[in-house]
């Protein structure tokens, strides 16, 4: 509920801290007094239109800030978490508003938009006028408000369900159907791809197995290489097995005995032995690993045509297995495509079947809440002279492209005030007074499932008086049972039914004059009613009616 509403610098408001409670509050006083300004200063605070005239004469700014103390659970908590701000019982709007007509707008201390302030006071306060173009003269909650009567929370979340089902499904299809167009303009690719890169077959890790024996093969050729070098300088002509042999020849030429020749002679036969097993050594060894270019070649060809495929497709050898069955993968969802895309239309047609069963069970609920809603609203329409108006619920059906998931119709509130005319827009046809007494019985009616927690009336009993009043009275006094009330009234026998009441009033102050609102005592509130009964001039009997309507409220 609103638990306190503080107003500085606002038309003929120079300070005012309105402390609420809950139930039925009542707020009179002669016509003039300001009684307009406090529903527009609270208008500011949820996030209405904001007019330089507004900010009281020679003020820099106004300001006006709303407690509020919701229920626990009530959606407002749940739309400032989206929003990110924090909130621990209460819930302050604040509203400034700049002589040059510019405004700021905050909830508990956090600069917001006008937009978000206006959608979070809508969730917490409902205005009810003789030009009321919001609450229940806003035909987008007119079905919410029917399905809350009729208790059909349960069919309507089915329906949800079916539709997000329904929703996903078709996405699903278009995404599919999608998937494969894209794939058929790229078909005459994939399949020569997929056939090159099936003819090369990369495997994992191969570069690094290739690159590892094209070094092996490498360094085995130049060791061969060397071995046959090497082979060689002792072999050929002039090499040193043939010095060897020439140098041991000529030392046995010389007679014999010859005893000085004897050690060279055996050195030289150590050194014929050395080289000759060197020569077997090095031929074993070039026997061994003699080089093959053809396994060379081989291995680089193959390393050589695996960073050509890599380049060809802007990725690395070792991702080519991957790309290979990506490509391979999207060939076959190409060529399954078609079958694909027929159990995904088959999909949607059964989750088309779905929502439209389930739609159409809730269609025939809200037709019988209709009925029910209709038939309670005309038994409110007698007491509050509105007697000749009827009362309509409209239920259109929607084509199925606008189906969505609060149903497959709109709803709408219409009423004809006058018998022979065609119900129309509740806001398009009843006069001020009559819209509000309207609004009021819809609001009776409705009680029970509407989520906002404080109703504001203004002038509703507007044109009426007698017993018209009293049922205005009396129907304010149920619905402040459930939930805090507020009544701009200038009716005697609705201000003795409010549980609070306030006056409010002109006077002319040391900055000029200024609106005043007291709450009054029991003496007071008599007065103020006997004031309201008689006019000016508060007779015994203006006071003696007053308290009779006190003691009855």
Not at 296 to 322: C, G, I, N, S, W
Not at 391 to 411: D, I, N, R, Y
Not at 464 to 476: D, I, K, P, S
Request: include cysteine.
């Amino acid at each position: 509920m609103l638990v306190s509403l503080s107003i500085r610098d606002v038309v003929l408001i120079e300070r005012l801290d309105l402390p609420l409670g809950p139930g039925l509050t009542a707020l009179t006083g002669e016509t003039g007094a300001g009684k307009s300004i406090l529903l527009d200063s609270l208008g500011l605070a949820l996030g209405e239109r904001a007019e330089a005239g507004l900010v009281r004469q020679g003020a820099a700014q106004a300001s006006v800030t709303a407690t509020f103390a919701p229920p626990k659970g009530h959606p407002a908590f749940d739309r400032l978490a989206e929003h990110g701000i924090a909130a621990e019982g209460e819930i302050v709007l604040r509203r400034v508003l700049a002589a040059d007509g510019r405004s700021k707008a905050f909830v508990n201390d956090e600069a917001v938009g006008v937009g978000f302030l206006r959608r979070l006071g809508s969730l917490l306060v409902e205005i009810e006028g003789q030009f009321a173009q919001t609450g229940l003269a806003d035909e987008a909650t007119h079905a919410g408000l029917l399905d809350a009567f009729g208790g059909l929370a349960p069919l309507r979340a089915t329906v949800a369900g079916a539709h997000a089902s329904w929703r996903a499904a078709r996405a699903a299809l278009t995404d599919a159907e999608a998937a494969v167009a894209a794939a058929r303009s790229e078909e005459a690719f994939l399949r020569h791809a997929v056939e090159e890169l099936r003819a090369l077959a990369p495997e994992e890790g191969e570069e690094e197995r290739l690159d590892e024996e094209r070094r092996r093969l490498q360094q085995s050729e130049r060791a061969a290489e060397s071995y046959a070098e090497a082979l060689a300088a002792l072999t050929r002509q002039r090499g040193v097995a043939s010095a060897l042999r020439e140098a041991a020849r000529a030392l046995e030429r010389l007679p014999r005995p010859n005893e000085g020749t004897e050690a060279p002679l055996a050195a030289i036969g150590r050194a014929q032995d050395a080289v000759a097993e060197a020569e077997t050594l090095l031929e074993r060894l070039l026997a061994e690993s003699g080089p093959d270019p053809a396994a060379l070649d081989r291995t680089e060809e193959r390393l050589f045509a695996l960073r050509a495929m890599a380049r060809k497709h802007h990725t690395t050898v070792a991702d080519l297995p991957a790309l290979a069955r990506s490509l391979a993968e999207r060939l076959a969802e190409l060529e399954a495509g078609e079958e694909r895309i027929a159990a995904l239309v088959a999909a949607v047609e059964v989750a088309r079947t779905n929502y439209r069963s389930a739609a159409a069970a809730l269609s025939a609920a809200r037709a019988e809440a209709a009925r029910r809603l209709d038939r309670a609203v005309a038994k409110e329409l007698g007491p509050l002279r509105l007697e000749k108006a009827r009362f309509l619920t409209e239920l259109a059906p929607l084509p199925e492209e606008s189906h969505g998931p609060g149903g497959a119709e709109t709803v709408r509130f219409l009423v004809a005030m006058n018998p022979g005319l065609p119900p129309a827009p509740l806001a398009r046809t009843a006069s001020g007074g009559e819209l509000a007494r309207l609004m009021l019985a819809l609001k009776v009616v409705l009680a029970a499932g509407a989520p906002t927690p404080t109703l504001v009336f203004d002038e509703v009993d507007s044109g009426v008086g007698g017993a018209t009043a009293a049922a205005v009275g009396e129907r304010l006094a149920r619905l402040a049972a459930t939930r805090q009330v507020l009544v701009v009234t200038h009716s005697p026998q609705v201000a003795a039914k409010a549980a609070c009441h306030w006056r409010v009033e002109k006077r002319a102050g040391r900055s000029g004059t200024v609106t005043l609102v007291t709450p009054l005592d029991a003496a007071a509130r008599r007065e103020e009613i006997a004031r309201m009964l008689a006019g000016e001039r508060v007779t015994d009997a203006a006071r003696a009616a007053a308290e009779s309507l006190l003691a009855a409220g």
